[in-house]
């Protein structure tokens, strides 16, 4: 197996039109925030809107990993206490007949290293996705996209519930004879999966101290793993999977391995092209650390409070170690940063970063 890609700026290509990208990003998700604030009366993320549930766990680094796992957050081994939200993608809060690809973020407390430039607090967030691969391969082609959204965002429920069925069917079909449609999965195809049993991915590039990485979440933990590809009937609740969620997660603790895919070789595993999917045997995962959570309520009113409403999840905010790379992840920092900003303005509700954690009395 070849040696771990090392990271230098140059594995970068900075193209001459990225601002003007991210400014016509930021006024699709505009149309999207105005929308949305204006039918609910209150302002919400302008993607992964719907949360289907806020756990509180523990990430516990592994020891005497080797020096190209020992990097950046994960160089040192410790406990550090998480928040991980569970989500689907449109920035309009939907039915649960409507089937969408899932959605984790992971908020890991109190990590100490020199920060990515305008990361407030002491945290580092981790922004994964149900699928090995992003949607589009840059950020001009993701805005064709996001027009789109933007332009459903306040069509009929009836009529979308109704083409994510025939989506699905289509979807199924499909992925029976081998291919994969991430724009169908996107408009309302995707299986509609428990999402405590699938594996998340950070889908695009990111930089791993002294090498190149992306980033999964696998459960382990046996009941976890008992809910892998389980479909949720959705039939006369448009909240069936937080309350799935929720009765799952009061009943069992949650275990997950947190994986690191270290880039092996620059053609077959590159940087700025977010649809290639990084082939396991030849650059596999590697387990950096474990997730747990005790059996809990997902859907605790003062927890979804602080982290669903007072928190925001980015993959810029974090260690200058963890620096996300490519084109997408580029264009996320001021369209994250700009979404965040509007929904504080809006609900009239600052968002700060959670800082060093008040030791116990």
């Known amino acids: 197996m070849q040696a771990p890609v090392r990271y230098t700026p140059a ?30 009366g209150h302002a919400v993320r302008a993607v992964h809107a719907k949360s289907h549930g806020i756990i509180e766990g523990t990430l516990t680094i592994d020891a005497d990993l080797p020096p190209e796992l020992a990097q950046g957050l994960f160089a ?3 406990e550090h206490k998480v928040f991980l939200r569970l989500s689907t993608n ?5 039915d649960d007949a409507i089937s969408l690809p899932r959605g984790l973020a992971m908020k890991v407390l109190d990590v100490e290293g020199e920060r990515l430039p305008d990361a407030e607090g002491t945290t580092q967030d981790f922004v994964m996705v149900n699928a090995t691969a992003f949607q ?7 805005l064709g996209n996001l027009k789109l959204l933007a332009k459903t965002t306040d069509v009929a429920e009836g009529g979308k519930k109704a083409l994510s069925a025939v989506l699905r069917g289509v979807n199924s079909a499909l992925t029976a004879v081998g291919i994969e449609s991430a724009t169908i ?8 999966v428990d999402p405590l049993g699938e594996t998340y991915f950070s889908a695009t590039a990111f930089r791993y101290g002294d090498h190149i990485a992306k980033f999964s979440l696998k459960p382990v933990a046996p009941g976890l793993c008992e809910r892998t590809g389980a479909i949720i009937d959705t039939s006369g609740d448009r909240d069936a999977i937080r309350a799935t969620v929720r009765e799952e997660m009061q009943r069992m603790d949650g275990e997950w391995e947190f994986r690191v895919q270290l880039a092996r070789d620059p053609d077959r595993q590159p940087v700025e092209d977010a649809t290639v999917e990084w082939d396991e045997a030849e650059a596999p995962f590697a387990r950096v650390g474990v997730v747990r959570a005790r059996a809990q309520d997902s859907w605790d009113a ?5 982290v669903n409403e007072g928190m925001r999840f980015s993959v810029w905010t974090g260690l200058a170690a963890h620096q996300p790379l490519g084109n997408i ?3 996320r920092r001021d369209t994250y940063r700009h979404s965040a900003d509007v929904r504080a303005r809006v609900n009239g509700c600052p968002i700060h970063e959670p800082t060093r954690m008040a030791e116990p009395a």
């Open 302 to 306: 003062d927890r979804v409070a602080a």
């Open 90 to 94: 449109p920035g309009d809060i939907l």
């Open 136 to 142: 589009a391969k840059s950020a001009d082609k993701f």
């Open 329 to 331: 992840n580029r264009a």
């Open 76 to 78: 040192t081994p410790g």
């Open 185 to 192: 999965r996107t408009l309302g195809g995707a299986p509609n």
């Open 11 to 40: 594995v970068e290509d900075v193209k001459p039109d990225e601002a003007d990208v991210v400014r016509q990003l930021n006024e699709a998700f505009d149309t999207i925030l105005e929308t949305t604030a204006k039918d609910y």
